[in-house]
């Protein structure tokens, strides 16, 4: 029995119908839609279709406007914070002692030294000279500051760059793609950092320091997003300003390095995945190559250079930093003493002062006090600084014809001479034997001995000539120009002042000794004579002699890194402002900026609870985050895309890197170090926060994320007005503020 389905598909066969047929024939004919008869619509109904405007609400309205409502608002904010009652406190506060009185030498023009490049400094003197200041003020640390000081305006010049540090946080932000609640905190973070306020209401370099790194970074983010429009005028804009920014920031203080590795790294990076484009010509790579050693190389280093051509043009007088530079430099200082009325060549009798010529050399030295071990006889030393010890005669070896300061005779001292250096002071004889020195055992000690009768061939040195600037007579040597080694005549060692310090016991001063590595070329075995007198000789022109800027720039740069590396902890005496590297991320400790005392309006650096505590626990959380996504991709999980993984790479891994590489060199360095110390890696912390803040709830409803922001930013702008007294200062009896001794270590009050 046929069903009906099969009676319909005969009967359709059968009227010569074929619908799988026609349905694939008509498979790709669009359909067409049937023709209709449009009325004519009325002017109502027209009206009805066209759609209605709506209106803005006034926080719609702020929100379309954020880009610029929110950074002048964080602005005023920042300088609100940082220039409020600025002026309070009328005495020089902490390390105001060091860097007011730099500015004060830039305005009097006198030469120093400091362990810091100049521009930082160069800006503090900048701001007494626009608040009217002569550079008069001795600005010793507790003294009250004089009426005719504008000290608050000094002041406000600082803290102006401490409180840019917030709007450029805030670009920052957004440049790193964080979404606006996000953006907001990180900005909130910079702004209601209690430290980060402290610290730029006072005459420092720190602020300055925070402003460079803030500004590397930004500029470092910005470049960054033009990675696919490579050579555009914007491109090379950010590029520009990253150098100029590297520059200033390392001109400031070396810590100016730490970001400057980062950025570095970046770029390795960066030219290496280039490298690995095989698409890319090799003219273009090499234009990518030649940009960033252009602008990344040679513009922060010409900052830099242009930073001590300024220093060194300005200071022009004679100063407390001569002794630190060479004697030809020294020369031609306005009021110096060296080469004053020297006689130009050397003769027997001749009493001098003997510069070493390593980078950062001072003049050869002895003093009454002894070796404690060895020989226990009469230290010899190098020392920085101008003192009668440092005067000697020279005379002739035992087996010559004794000098006779009466007679007419002048006998010339040249090359191949072997003669004897008598202290003034003392009248014992520069010396050297068998005995190790006290600290570079591997060198012998040396002393000085006897007296112009008492004495062996132990006291005989021989002159080698090395070089002369401006003479190649070697039969004389002559005052400043001449460079030349002393040999010991038995031992056949060389006179060495190399970067060791003695102990307390020799003063820290530089260890001499007789090294028996004959190294032509180790300027530390190099001397020249920087003053001379001797009645017998006419003095020589003076000033006749330049310093080439570039040998003074390195002899300077070197005599930084020096005394810098000097800066380690005496264990003789208790530093009770020093702190040690682990207490800084965990808030240990803080940092009294002056005196303690009822009347004296008092600082503290120590930082918001939220901000340090919040930020360190997010390097540890980062960390986390790192190894879940590694494990779970290694199991075969692609929850994450490119563009996640580069917000992880760029916006996370980088800032996590600028924290290790601010940080970690504290931990290794052997000198002193403060609490202030670890404010550059703070901010680096800051911008993980952020990230992480950013990152787990950027996906959430906007209820969670306002609940969770709301919280965020009420803590931490609670706590920044909470401890607002030790930024603002605490006037009257410091017990009255022990509501913010959280802890024993926070000593804000008794």
Not at 147 to 169: D, K, S
Not at 329 to 358: C, H, W, Y
Request: hydrophobic content about 40%; charged content about 15%.
């Amino acid at each position: 029995m046929a069903t009906p389905t099969d009676g319909s598909a005969r009967a359709t066969t059968a009227s010569g119908a074929d619908p799988v047929g026609d349905a694939a024939r008509r498979r790709n004919v669009p359909p067409v839609a049937p023709t209709t008869i449009e009325k004519p619509q009325s002017e109502d109904q027209k009206k009805a279709l066209v759609p209605v405007k709506k209106e803005q609400s006034f926080l719609d309205c702020i929100a379309s406007w954020e880009w610029i409502v929110a950074p002048v608002v964080f602005t005023f904010l920042a300088f609100f914070t940082r220039f409020w009652q600025i002026g309070l406190s009328p005495i020089v506060t902490w390390d105001e002692a060091h860097f007011g009185k730099f500015g004060s030498h830039y305005l009097k023009r006198e030469f120093y030294f400091d362990v810091h490049p100049p521009a930082g400094k160069l800006l503090v003197g900048l701001s007494g000279l626009l608040a009217g200041y002569n550079g008069s003020f001795e600005f010793k640390s507790g003294e009250t500051y004089p009426e005719e000081i504008n000290y608050t305006f000094m002041r406000q010049f600082n803290a102006f760059w401490g409180a840019v540090c917030v709007p450029l946080a805030y670009f920052t932000a957004k440049a790193l793609h964080f979404k606006l609640p996000a953006v907001w905190l990180v900005t909130l973070m910079v702004l209601c950092e209690n430290s980060y306020t402290t610290i730029s209401r006072f005459i420092l370099l720190d602020s300055m320091l925070l402003f460079g790194t803030v500004a590397t970074t930004l500029c470092w983010a910005k470049f960054h997003n033009l990675r696919k429009k490579s050579f555009t005028p914007e491109w090379v804009f950010w590029l520009f300003l990253t150098g100029l920014s590297i520059g200033f920031v390392c001109s400031v203080k070396w810590v100016g390095l730490f970001v400057t590795a980062l950025v570095g790294l970046y770029t390795i990076e960066d030219l290496w995945n280039k490298f690995g484009d095989t698409k890319m010509p090799v003219k273009v790579l090499a234009a990518h190559v030649a940009a960033r050693v252009g602008c990344l190389i040679i513009l922060p280093f010409a900052v830099y250079l242009l930073s001590f051509a300024i220093h060194f043009w300005v200071l022009t007088n004679s100063g407390p930093g001569d002794a630190q530079m060479p004697s030809l430099f020294q020369a031609n200082l306005r009021g110096t003493e060296v080469g004053r009325d020297s006689p130009l060549e050397i003769a027997i009798g001749s009493r001098v002062t003997i510069k070493n010529m390593g980078y950062g050399g001072g003049l050869l030295h002895s003093h009454v006090q002894t070796y404690p071990e060895g020989s226990n006889q009469q230290q010899v030393t190098c020392y920085h600084h101008k003192d009668a010890n440092n005067d000697w005669f020279f005379y002739p070896n035992r087996r010559e014809q004794s000098f006779d300061e009466n007679s007419d005779e002048i006998r010339y001292i040249g090359d191949g001479s072997t003669v004897r250096l008598i202290h003034a002071q003392t009248g014992r004889n520069l010396h050297s034997h068998e005995i190790p020195a006290p600290m570079t055992k591997s060198d012998k000690e040396v002393s000085c001995y006897g007296n112009l009768t008492v004495g062996d061939e132990k006291d005989h040195w021989k002159i080698e000539v090395v070089k002369d600037t401006n003479s190649r007579d070697r039969s004389k040597i002559r005052t400043l120009t001449t460079a030349f080694r002393l040999k010991h005549e038995v031992l056949g060692c060389y006179l060495r002042a190399g970067t060791v310090n003695l102990p307390q016991w020799g003063f820290k001063q530089i260890e001499t000794t007789c090294t028996k590595t004959n190294n032509p070329r180790d300027t530390y075995t190099h001397w020249n004579v920087e003053s001379h007198t001797n009645p017998k000789l006419p003095p020589a022109e003076p000033g006749q002699y330049k310093s080439q800027f570039l040998q003074d720039f390195i002899h300077l740069n070197v005599a930084m890194m020096t005394s810098n590396n000097a800066l380690v902890p005496d264990p003789d005496k208790q530093d009770d402002l020093a702190s040690q590297w682990w207490q800084w991320p965990i808030l240990h400790v803080g940092l009294r900026m002056c005196s303690w005392d009822d009347k004296t309006v008092k600082y503290f650096l120590l930082g918001n609870p939220l901000v340090y505590w919040g930020s360190t626990a997010a390097l540890g959380v980062f960390g986390l985050l790192v190894v879940w996504y590694t494990l779970r991709w290694q199991r075969g999980y692609k929850e994450l895309g490119q563009d996640g993984i580069d917000q992880i790479h760029y916006a996370g891994v980088y800032p996590v890197i600028g924290w290790f590489l601010h940080y970690l060199p504290f931990i290794v360095m052997g000198r002193v170090t403060y609490v202030h110390h670890y404010y550059p890696a703070l901010y680096f912390a800051i911008l993980c926060f952020g990230f992480l803040a950013d990152w787990f709830l950027r996906a959430k409803s906007k209820l969670t994320q306002g609940i969770a922001y709301g919280i965020l930013y009420a803590a931490v702008i609670g706590l920044y007005i909470f401890f607002m007294p030790i930024s603002w200062g605490m006037v009257g009896p410091n017990q009255q503020y022990s509501y913010m001794k959280w802890f024993d270590n926070w000593r804000i009050s008794d």
